[in-house]
């Protein structure tokens, strides 16, 4: 779905099996149903509050510039790939989620548990290539 200023809401029967990509719908307050197959979740530039409770495991997720999301769903165990960048409102991953690759940029409420760091391979915060899991930026 993109370019859809004026959008609000998506059917509440809608769902996404393998990708779901979403640009440009700053109004767009709710996101499909994905199934459990999913693979990509890509959200720029919309007003969506939440991704769904009932993703586990995907390849990869990326937030850009989603002022209102506030968390990553407590269901949410296992990311390849996740970006997160633009969300000034995102406080909160859950401490059991295990990424390979993190990268956060602009996220300023953002706090990354140590747990989440030390299970990850590389951890990027504003630029800066995070080392070790005792959050020491090097």
């Known amino acids: 779905i993109e ?3 004026k959008l609000e ?3 509440k029967d809608m769902l996404v099996n393998k990708s779901a990509f979403i640009f440009n719908c700053s109004k767009l307050k709710n996101y499909p149903k994905l199934l459990p197959e999913v693979e990509n979740i890509t959200s720029f530039n919309t007003g969506v509050f939440e991704l769904p409770d009932n993703i586990k495991s995907v390849g990869s997720i990326t937030i850009d510039r989603s002022p209102n999301i506030t968390h990553l769903p407590n269901s949410l165990q296992e990311v390849e790939i996740l970006h997160l960048a ?5 406080t909160t991953i859950p401490k059991h989620l295990k990424v390979w690759d993190l990268v956060v940029f602009k996220c300023p409420k953002l706090i990354i548990p140590d747990e989440v760091i030390e299970r990850s391979e590389e951890v990027w915060v ?3 290539y995070i080392k070790t899991y005792t959050n020491e930026i090097n």
């Open 9 to 11: 809401e998506l059917p």
């Open 86 to 90: 633009g969300c000034p409102n995102l």
């Open 3 to 5: 370019d859809c200023p």
């Open 126 to 128: 504003d630029g800066e």
